[in-house]
T-cell receptor, first 111, second 112 residues
Framework: EDQVTQSPEALRLQEGESSSLNCSYTVSGLRGLFWYRQDPGKGPEFLFT???AGEEKEKERLKATLTKKESFLHITAPKPEDSATYLCAVQARDSSYKLIFGSGTRLLVRP | DAGVIQSPRHEVTEMGQEVTLRCKPI?????LFWYRQTMMRGLELLIY????????DSGMPEDRFSAKMPNASFSTLKIQPSEPRDSAVYFCASRLGDQPQHFGDGTRLSIL
């Protein structure tokens, strides 16, 4: 069964304190891995798609990496506005549309 | 550009009442998704439409749930009769081809 596990469930950082969020997955062939950001009372906002092991993508203070078993979302020198829940989702090769979401990591960055 | 628009943003109603949630996808997108988000189960896909045709409704929990997409710019998710366990945040998402899904801001539904 396809599965996504995110850790930690919650993370508190001081502004400027870099860290990483983990997304471990099991899927019958990976079509793509997606990272979304969700603010309270809002819908998930698309960040990145990764397709193959070794791939990396960056956006401002965020960098996503992918291996055959997991993905990391690295946050460099975070700011309070980076506080949000970060969701990881996988799409299996045999599906053109279905995303399996993890339960998310709630990130709080304190000034 | 306008994103996915959902209405209402909040709905509080009594058990047994009919609930209708509405979604306007991003113009030009040809796929539409309805999701439900709860603390216990996270984000779950309820139904997927492609070119206005329901392709996968295996996530619809019961016959009390139904969804329609009469045209490319409008979809509804209906619950009749509603039950307290249906309380959740319901999201609509759309995409073009194989591009990533873009989500609306959801409807927070409370069934008393």
């Amino acid at each position: 069964e396809d599965q996504v596990t995110q850790s930690p469930e919650a993370l508190r950082l001081q502004e400027g304190e870099s860290s990483s969020l983990n997304c471990s997955y099991t899927v019958s062939g990976l079509r793509g891995l997606f990272w979304y950001r969700q603010d309270p009372g809002k819908g998930p906002e698309f960040l990145f798609t990764l397709y193959s092991a070794g791939e990396e993508k960056e956006k401002e203070r965020l960098k996503a990496t992918l291996t055959k078993k997991e993905s990391f979302l690295h946050i460099t020198a975070p700011k309070p506005e980076d506080s949000a829940t970060y969701l990881c989702a996988v799409q299996a090769r045999d599906s053109s549309y279905k995303l399996i979401f993890g339960s998310g990591t709630r990130l709080l960055v304190r000034p | 550009d306008a994103g996915v628009i959902q209405s209402p943003r909040h709905e509080v109603t009594e058990m047994g009442q009919e609930v209708t949630l509405r979604c306007k996808p991003i113009s030009g997108h040809n796929s539409l998704f309805w999701y439900r988000q709860t603390m216990m189960r996270g984000l779950e896909l309820l139904i997927y439409f492609n070119n206005n045709v329901p392709i996968d409704d295996s996530g619809m929990p019961e016959d009390r749930f139904s969804a329609k997409m009469p045209n490319a710019s409008f979809s509804t998710l209906k619950i009749q009769p509603s039950e307290p366990r249906d309380s959740a945040v319901y999201f609509c998402a759309s995409r073009l081809g194989d591009q990533p899904q873009h989500f609306g801001d959801g409807t927070r539904l409370s069934i008393l």
